[in-house]
């Protein structure tokens, strides 16, 4: 018998194994080159500790609140499309490893489980991702249908105008499944002969012509709080607060989007220095250890999303998977804290890290 793995890395391979190669390459692949993608989980082996010694650290406190929520820890799970093509039980096997961990899930609106099931399939909080079809009548009927079923806030991807080039993809003639969400209100039933079925999807779907100034439309259709996802800069982080969303999630959508964007934790700091306070800012790419969620903290981070090793994980042992990525990351993250002199996340500060820009500084 194969041994059990001892970190979030070692589930990537058992996905590899247990997944056709087109679903494998889907979930694992990123823009273009993929330089991003690498960059992502390299940027954070960039970041150095400087741990604090002699600190009370018998008893550890990792929980934290998102926008009055209490979770467990500061890891939450990101929202990831076509989940069923990891695992039979797809979305609703990472709910219940979600709710057993006492976390929030970021169900995604492109899921292959429908937000009933979801959310009839046990008891917690929940977020929606959202993206803006060209019938914003659809978009709008899946936000009130989350709502009326309990889920907590709407998470606005805005990087997706069209969808990333994923050369994978493409090569592998990718197929989308019917999603289970829009049946009986648009066919996802979409192909093409010359590549990936979900960039022609895609582009039959999305509505570009999305802008700052719909946020308000948003607004008039849901009651809950909004975050948006898929911030970079400074600018973009100013303006989220000026039109008043709840949260910011500085993410480059996985590396899936446009590449040769900046790694999410170097672009951190500059996001949160912007917003100063006013709103949340959460971070997802390129987390696969407690180490990397520590580091997001200290930048600044009020928590992070993991995307990748949950997929990674479901593929490999279904919903045990899934709880098994989210228990190793907080195990790393407690032990983390430990060695760093950290009793509780609200101890994590900028100065239990060093970046390469104060390694930079100091030399001038």
Same mark, same amino acid.
């Given at each position: 018998?194969?041994?059990?793995?001892?970190?979030? +890395?070692?589930?990537?391979?058992?996905?590899?194994?247990?997944?056709?190669?087109?679903?494998?390459?889907?979930?694992?692949?990123?823009?273009?080159?993929?330089?991003?993608?690498?960059? #992502? *989980?390299? /940027?954070?082996?960039? !970041?150095?500790?400087?741990?604090?010694?002699?600190?009370?650290?018998?008893?550890?406190?990792?929980?934290?609140?998102?926008?009055?929520?209490?979770?467990?820890?500061?890891?939450?799970?990101?929202?990831?499309?076509?989940?069923?093509? /990891?695992?039979?039980?797809?979305?609703?096997?990472?709910?219940?490893?979600? /709710?057993?961990? #006492?976390? !929030?899930?970021?169900?995604?609106?492109? /899921?292959?489980?429908?937000?009933?099931?979801?959310?009839?399939?046990? +008891?917690?909080?929940?977020?929606?991702?959202?993206?803006?079809?060209?019938?914003?009548?659809?978009? $709008?009927?899946?936000?009130?249908?989350?709502?009326?079923?309990?889920?907590?806030? !709407?998470?606005?991807? *805005?990087?997706?105008?069209?969808?990333?080039?994923?050369?994978?993809?493409?090569?592998?003639?990718?197929?989308?499944?019917?999603?289970? #969400?829009?049946?009986?209100?648009?066919?996802?039933?979409?192909?093409?002969?010359?590549?990936?079925?979900?960039?022609? @999807?895609?582009?039959?779907?999305?509505?570009?012509?999305?802008?700052w100034k719909d946020i308000e439309w948003l607004r008039s259709?849901?009651n809950l709080p909004i975050l948006i996802k898929g911030v970079?800069?400074?600018?973009?982080?100013?303006?989220?607060?000026?039109?008043?969303?709840?949260?910011?999630?500085?993410? +480059?959508?996985?590396?899936?989007?446009?590449?040769?964007?900046?790694?999410?934790?170097?672009?951190?700091?500059?996001?949160?220095? $912007?917003?100063?306070?006013?709103?949340?800012?959460? @971070?997802?790419?390129? !987390?696969?250890?407690?180490?990397?969620?520590?580091?997001?903290?200290?930048?600044?981070?009020?928590?992070?999303?993991?995307?990748?090793?949950?997929?990674?994980?479901?593929?490999?042992?279904?919903?045990?998977?899934?709880?098994?990525?989210?228990?190793? @990351?907080?195990?790393?993250?407690?032990?983390?804290?430990?060695?760093?002199?950290?009793?509780?996340?609200?101890?994590?500060?900028?100065?239990?890290?060093?970046?390469?820009?104060?390694?930079?500084?100091?030399?001038?």
């Open positions: 018998m194969a041994a059990e793995p001892v970190n979030v +890395n070692e589930f990537q391979e058992l996905a590899r194994q247990a997944l056709p190669k087109m679903y494998y390459d889907f979930f694992a692949g990123g823009a273009e080159d993929q330089h991003t993608l690498r960059e #992502n *989980v390299e /940027a954070f082996s960039r !970041i150095t500790f400087q741990p604090r010694i002699l600190v009370d650290v018998s008893k550890i406190d990792m929980s934290t609140t998102i926008l009055g929520y209490k979770i467990s820890s500061p890891i939450m799970i990101a929202p990831t499309s076509l989940q069923k093509l /990891a695992h039979p039980e797809g979305e609703i096997a990472t709910a219940r490893a979600a /709710a057993a961990c #006492n976390t !929030i899930m970021v169900l995604s609106f492109m /899921a292959t489980c429908t937000v009933e099931e979801v959310a009839s399939s046990c +008891n917690a909080v929940r977020f929606l991702q959202l993206y803006v079809f060209k019938r914003r009548d659809i978009s $709008a009927q899946v936000v009130q249908k989350a709502e009326r079923y309990g889920f907590k806030a !709407i998470v606005l991807t *805005v990087d997706t105008p069209r969808l990333g080039r994923r050369e994978a993809d493409i090569k592998n003639r990718m197929v989308s499944p019917q999603l289970k #969400n829009f049946e009986g209100l648009l066919t996802t039933d979409v192909s093409n002969d010359k590549g990936s079925s979900l960039e022609a @999807l895609a582009s039959e779907i999305y509505d570009a012509s999305l802008s259709i849901t970079l800069t400074c600018e973009d982080a100013i303006k989220a607060v000026e039109v008043g969303v709840s949260g910011i999630i500085v993410s +480059n959508h996985g590396a899936r989007q446009l590449d040769y964007v900046p790694a999410t934790i170097s672009a951190l700091e500059e996001v949160v220095r $912007a917003v100063g306070g006013r709103v949340p800012v959460l @971070l997802d790419g390129g !987390i696969r250890r407690g180490t990397d969620v520590f580091k997001a903290l200290a930048l600044g981070a009020q928590a992070v999303l993991v995307g990748r090793p949950v997929i990674y994980g479901l593929a490999a042992k279904g919903e045990h998977g899934v709880r098994r990525v989210l228990e190793m @990351l907080k195990d790393e993250l407690e032990i983390t804290m430990a060695l760093s002199g950290c009793s509780s996340v609200k101890d994590i500060s900028r100065r239990h890290v060093r970046t390469e820009r104060d390694r930079l500084q100091s030399m001038l």
